[in-house]
């Protein structure tokens, strides 16, 4: 099936530093992405759907300027954390829409924020 | 976007053959449901997908009503590796988001 790879896999950074996380599909094209958060024991919460070539759209209460999300290729959408604090501190999963409208889910990124 | 409920957690032994419920009763008429498994630390995993009736593939089968109102995971003989949180989601192909529910935390026993 379809894969979907996300980097780096884990990150520890210090508070007030930016983080930027990669997801890829690798072996399709991609339109749309999303970007979800994850904390300890919870549900994932969509944060952002990525649009290639135009600006994301935010679920509310999630901070556009904090979160900065850029989908600049069909098979790449990045997912920055400026000015991290830590409780940013969560997994943060992307998934991709595959050929046949299949959602295909990265590995996930732990970001520990100090 | 359908909401579901699920139940919490669920305790089952080896060998054993697992149902889980989700209801969403608002369902829509073009949306599809759709199971996933999340093990600690990984990004959910596609199980099954159904529209209605009854789905099998090589891990799950998938059981719809015909008011869709309900569904039911079932997981034939399940083994310890089987332990996981298990999502049903309700929604149109394509590029619609997901809402995530709670989920179910399966818990396989010896």
């Known amino acids: 099936g379809a894969v979907v790879s996300q980097h780096p896999s884990w990150v520890i950074c210090k508070s007030g530093t930016s983080v930027k996380i990669e997801c890829r599909s690798l072996?399709?094209?991609?339109?749309?992405m999303f970007w979800y958060r994850q904390f300890p024991k919870q549900s994932l919460m969509l944060m952002a759907t990525?649009?290639?070539?135009?600006?994301?759209?935010?679920e509310q209460g999630v901070e556009k300027d904090k979160f900065l999300i850029n989908h600049a290729s069909l098979t790449l959408s990045t997912l920055t954390v400026t000015s991290a604090h830590p409780e940013d501190s969560s997994f943060y999963i992307c998934?991709?829409?595959?050929?046949?409208?299949?959602?295909?889910f990265g590995p996930g990124t732990r970001l520990t924020v100090l | 976007l359908a909401k579901t409920t699920q139940p919490i957690s669920m305790d089952s032994y080896e060998g054993q053959e697992v149902n889980i419920t989700c209801s969403h009763n608002?369902?829509?008429?073009?949306?599809?449901i759709t199971w996933y498994q999340q093990f600690p630390s990984q990004g959910p995993r596609f199980i099954i997908q159904?529209?209605?009736t009854k789905v099998t593939n090589e891990v799950a089968s998938l059981f719809i009503p015909a008011d869709r109102k309900s569904s039911t995971l079932s997981l034939p003989r399940v083994s310890l590796s089987d332990t996981a949180v298990y999502y049903c989601l309700v929604g149109g192909l394509g590029d619609d988001k997901i809402i995530f529910g709670k989920g179910t935390r399966l818990h396989i026993l010896p």
């Open positions: 159904g529209y209605k």
């Open positions: 072996d399709f094209q991609a339109t749309t």
């Open positions: 990525s649009n290639e070539g135009s600006k994301a759209t935010y």
């Open positions: 608002n369902i829509a008429t073009n949306d599809y």
């Open positions: 998934s991709a829409i595959g050929r046949f409208n299949e959602q295909f």
